[in-house]
């Protein structure tokens, strides 16, 4: 079967560091979206990852092993507003998005 | 930037009545929709993948009978929860691929919140 694993909640401190981690397995791999949803609303696009290695976009940048099976969303300089959950999306070998159940993020002051 | 819309953002019925819910691309053609739902603190469930001018393909266990997906133009797709149940009450989220920009990324819709009572 198809698996997506992330923590299921996180805390840390605003102006630290958090690293998001996440564990796949799938039927094939054609890249690795992350997603930051606030709570009742919908997701939105964070980052995209297809080849191995680290893409930084501002505060927040992703990780990608293909041979692991791993990715990680690190954010920095944590702010209230980081307060969110956080989806792993997996594109599988028919192009179909595997969600992870998500990463409740909460900051605290 | 790549907008989809959803009306409406909140609908509250009453049980054995039917909703429609409108996925509409604002400002590019989409082919290919997704209708997702979601319950509280768990993660987006894929119920249908839509395709303009051809039927919706549904997900295992999905019934398509009570969840009538339409996908009429390029901007336009609808879902319509007929008969609706209290269970059906859930956030539905709809999104949207476009063939450019960040391969097979998902734009979403902002959600309707459906009640059934």
């Known amino acids: 079967g198809q698996n997506i694993d992330q923590p299921t909640e996180m805390t840390a401190t605003e102006g630290a560091i958090v690293q998001i981690n996440c564990t796949y397995q799938?039927?094939?791999?054609?890249?690795l979206f992350w997603y930051q949803q606030h709570a009742g609303e919908a997701p939105t696009f964070l980052s995209y990852?297809?080849l191995d290695g680290l893409e930084e976009k501002g505060r927040f940048s992703s990780f990608l092993s293909r041979s692991k099976g791993y990715s990680y969303l690190l954010l920095k300089e944590l702010q209230m507003k980081d307060s969110a959950s956080y989806l792993c999306?997996?594109?599988?070998?028919?192009?179909?998005?595997?969600w992870g159940a998500g990463t409740k993020l909460i900051i605290k002051p | 930037g790549a907008v989809v819309s959803q009306h409406p953002s909140w609908v509250i019925c009453k049980s054995g009545t039917s909703v429609k819910i409108e996925c509409r691309s604002l400002?590019?053609?989409?082919?290919?929709m997704f209708w997702y739902r979601q319950f509280p603190k768990q993660s987006l469930m894929l119920m249908a993948t839509?395709?303009?001018?051809?039927?919706?393909?549904?997900e295992q266990g999905v019934e398509k009978d009570k969840f009538l997906i339409n996908h009429a133009s390029l901007t336009l797709s609808t879902l319509t929860v007929t008969s609706a149940h209290p269970e059906d009450s859930s956030f539905y989220i709809c999104?949207?691929?476009?063939?450019?920009?960040?391969?097979?990324?998902?734009?979403f819709g902002p959600g309707t919140r459906l009640t059934v009572t």
């Open positions: 999104s949207a691929h476009r063939t450019s920009g960040t391969p097979y990324e998902q734009y």
């Open positions: 400002d590019f053609q989409a082919t290919t």
């Open positions: 839509s395709n303009e001018g051809s039927k919706a393909t549904y």
């Open positions: 990852n297809v």
């Open positions: 999306a997996v594109l599988d070998s028919n192009y179909q998005l595997i």
């Open positions: 799938t039927s094939g791999f054609n890249g």
